[in-house]
């Protein structure tokens, strides 16, 4: 059973750290989630999660585990990806389960996972909190990149 996630602020974007492999490459993502972000270079409000509890748990867990806060839309997954990628994508996953849906086709369209690059985590977080976009948009804007990672909107 994973560890419950305690002490989040409802407007930081959580990441947790599933890839414990390579100490060097989680230092580097690190250094790419504190970047700031935007036009105007705002600073990242994040909430890491460095818990080798967490240590290959798959998105499906994750999502049982963190489902209880009902503030969070989407979390961001530190994968063996990740930590082998040379632009550091996370792996993006809607907090979504079946049972709040009320057809599969809803489910379909607004749960999943994209990687994206760790400077647009805020992108993602901070329209999707606000309501102002839904997770179809974000995998929209990464299947329209060569290499389907989203950057920005």
Known sequence: MLPAVTGRDEFAALIIRTDFSDETAWQGVQAALLTPWSVGGYEPHVHVIDDPAWDGAAAGDVIAAVSTDEDLSVVFLADSVSMQDHQQSL???????????????????????????????????????????????????????????????
Do not use: K, M, Q
């Open 91 to 153: 792996l993006a996953v809607a907090v979504l389960t079946r049972d709040e849906c009320d057809s599969d086709e809803e489910f379909t369209a607004y749960s999943g996972s994209v990687r994206t690059l760790p400077t647009a985590i805020h992108d993602i977080h901070a329209n999707l909190s606000i309501a102002n976009l839904d997770f179809a948009d974000v995998a929209e804007a990464a299947r329209a990149d060569a290499a389907g990672i989203f950057r920005s909107f």
